[in-house]
């Protein structure tokens, strides 16, 4: 039996906010052929989040005790929403140097 609440659907929101989280931390490690190696950490980082994210997700869903805070789970999204936009930011600041120089 499944218990599915609104907490299940931020954890989701946030699932799919940490993947995006992790793509562009990976792409931006993949411009920047490496450098600094401080974004592997922050690729791992974002990968642990996820990691533990899904496993509560799994867990909330087969118990009906509900392991997910409706708080806790709002400023996850929060922080993973300035995460995404701050990460496209720097994406895009990557491209575009990467553009110029290629072109020059």
Known sequence: ???????DYLALVILV??????YLAFDITRITQGA?????????AFVVAFVFRA???YY???SPSG?????EATISLLALVLFV???FMLNSSF??????VQVS
């Open 95 to 100: 491209r575009k140097r990467l553009k110029a």
């Open 36 to 44: 600094p190696r401080g974004w592997y950490v922050i690729v791992g």
């Open 85 to 87: 936009v701050g990460l």
């Open 67 to 71: 392991l997910i805070d409706d708080t």
């Open 55 to 57: 496993a509560q997700l």
């Open 1 to 7: 039996m499944f218990y599915w609440g609104l907490d």
């Open 60 to 62: 909330d869903v087969q």
């Open 17 to 22: 906010l940490g993947a995006l989280c992790i």
